[in-house]
């Protein structure tokens, strides 16, 4: 009713208030929580599951801690006793998923068992799953695009052409392989071609709230706050991209000014948001 | 001042009518003509340069012969006597390079040599080039981009959300990438996350005449016409989608049934644009 009005749920769809029933026997779980929460929640569940249960988390974000980024679905195996965990993300916003328009999603598996499983789960003729073995490139897809999002609103924002802003986007992707791959093994190219990657990153670039107060940072010039445009853009809701820009930065800051350099758009998106440096040189990317 | 009003042209470009004059003791190539000429041109061209002379082809284009493409760089080659000649592709519209404004660009080079030469012919702080040695894979790209921009136009026209629409533009970069391994040798994925690649299609899909023009078919629905609408919004120009289109499907018929059920989505582009099949089909792309 306040999310989807208007939309009918499925019978098998079932509301049970209380987490321990709903969780009794289960032989699949599914995340989609602030992860705030799931300290909290996930002793509760694993009391209850049934042996061999295995979960799936379309939890959106990733924890940073010491200056390296963690993957919420390894938070998730951890508090359920080293349970088998994958991830599903993608170009798929709820309100075009509920009615029924064609959607794609990318399962990052930790094994092709349970990618096999999540897949007769979830995919249908109007949502292709597609798998790959790579959860921790799916899952950082998902966090990172927020942040190449802002760029691209700084773009829009100065008034830059559209080929600039492809240039940002496909720089975007290359930085967002590049992060993945300075901080976990087995993240595969292949990734940002599926629908966790490219598909996700251009929606966002070129809808989306990230974008949308980035364009909106860039139009005020200096003085521009954060915190006054998402009183007057979001209602006073923190935008997602600039929590995660703060942490990339940090990450990168103590790997050194080698490991910067080779992130010129991660970095100059975080220069123009908190260091005070001007939205035009969002394009100064060539050295 | 006819294509680039009030746009100063650096002192060093001088305009040369004479074909030999122009091309006398010439080092270095560039092409940005319609190929139609080429044939006519080139031998000219070849009696006047200097030994050890290289070409670049600017042209966005593909030929088909016998259900095949022939790369436009191979015709200017074979012209002048087997000379080396590289591409250059990529999300740079000649307005927006001429106001100096941040784009990219993608050479696909036969030689490493060739590659370096012409870097440093075109690469400037505000036009970042980046080389790889793919001329197919680049210079197919330039040509495939339009036929599934028309896909992403079906999409617009019927009112499909920005999460089908990205699903469209993904299968696409997906297609494009095995048609071109499909016909040549030596294609990289990696060439589709260049400028050539990604940043070219997304400005495409989004912004572009044939997205523009398959909107517009999509919305008139069952009698709709390409030359009705050639004629109302390209003052009777021709469409390049929809020509590359047709060649495409008949590529991927001779090489059979198998053959296409690997392309759907350039196949459903094919079925609306030419056996009137309905525009909202664009998304049974899923078997």
Redesign the interface.
């Known amino acids: 009713v306040k999310y989807l009005p208007n939309v009918r749920l499925p019978p098998n769809v079932v509301a049970v208030p209380d987490l321990s029933d709903a969780a009794a026997g289960a032989t699949l779980l599914i995340f989609v929580l602030p992860h705030q929460f799931l300290s909290r929640l996930c002793p509760q569940i694993l009391r209850a599951v049934a042996p061999g249960c295995r979960a799936i988390s379309l939890i959106k974000g990733v924890e940073f801690e010491s200056a390296e980024p963690r993957l919420i679905s390894r938070l998730i195996s951890r508090l359920l006793g080293g349970m088998d965990v994958s991830v599903l993300m993608g ?3 709820a309100n ?2 509920a ?1 029924d ?4 999603a990318t399962v990052g598996c930790s094994s092709a068992e349970s990618g096999a499983l999540w897949r007769l789960v979830f ?1 249908r ?2 949502l ?1 799953v597609t798998v790959v073995r790579d959860v921790a490139g799916v899952e950082l897809c998902g966090a990172l695009k927020n942040v190449v999002a802002l760029g691209a609103g700084f773009c829009d924002g100065v008034g ?5 802003k ?2 940002i ?3 975007g ?2 930085e967002m ?1 590049a992060f993945c791959a300075l901080f976990f093994e087995g993240v595969e ?2 990734t ?4 966790c990657g ?3 990153l ?2 966002t670039c ?2 989306g709230r990230n974008r949308k107060c980035a364009e909106a940072f860039a139009r005020r010039g200096p003085g521009a706050t954060w915190e006054a445009i998402e009183v007057e853009l979001l209602n006073g809701q923190r935008l997602q991209g600039t929590l995660t820009c703060q942490d990339v930065h940090a990450c990168l800051l103590a790997k050194g000014a080698e490991t910067q350099a080779r992130f010129p758009l991660l970095e100059a998106v975080y220069a123009i948001s908190f260091e005070g440096r001007d939205a035009s040189t969002i ?4 050295r």
Chains 1, 2 share one sequence.
């Open positions: 170009a798929n916003v075009e998923v009615r328009e064609f959607c794609e995919h003729p109007s292709n830059y052409g559209a080929n600039t492809a240039a986007v496909r720089i992707v290359r392989q190219k292949d940002f071609f599926e629908s490219i598909a996700d251009v929606t070129y809808g394009v100064k990317l060539v």
